[in-house]
Nanobody, 126 residues
């Protein structure tokens, strides 16, 4: 059974870089799951699609985040990393990674994805 597990620092200071990881258990990150997506949910708000990485390694980002977001894979660890630079308190959220057998751009509906992590809470504060 494929499972996704996010990990993050919990607390990050304003203007620092937030680095999150998503580890895939149960299968190779480059095979069964066609794409992995990062989705955030700020307190009291809806889900926000941030970006995705396909098995080809191609990356896709939400336009308003593209300038300060990077995502890459470490196949030796079966792990994805998302980096969000110059964070502000508005970036405080629960961050999820989700996997699908097809590339899903801009999709936040959880039932559309084949796999969904438990999320990791991030607070931005000095």
């Amino acid at each position: 059974q494929v499972q996704l597990q996010e990990a993050g620092p919990g607390l990050v200071k304003p203007w620092q870089t937030l680095s999150l990881t998503c580890t895939v258990f149960g299968d190779s990150i480059t095979s069964f799951i066609h794409s992995c997506t990062w989705i955030s949910q700020p307190p009291g708000k809806g889900l926000e699609w941030m970006g995705a990485i396909a098995t080809s390694g191609s990356t896709y980002y939400a336009p308003h985040l593209k300038s300060r977001t990077s995502s890459f894979r470490d196949t030796s660890k079966n792990q994805l990393t998302l980096q969000l630079r110059s964070v502000t308190p508005e970036d405080a959220a629960v961050y999820y990674c989700a996997g699908a057998t097809k590339l899903l751009l801009g999709v936040t509906e959880a039932t559309t994805y084949d796999y969904w992590g438990q999320g990791t809470q991030v607070t931005v504060s000095s």
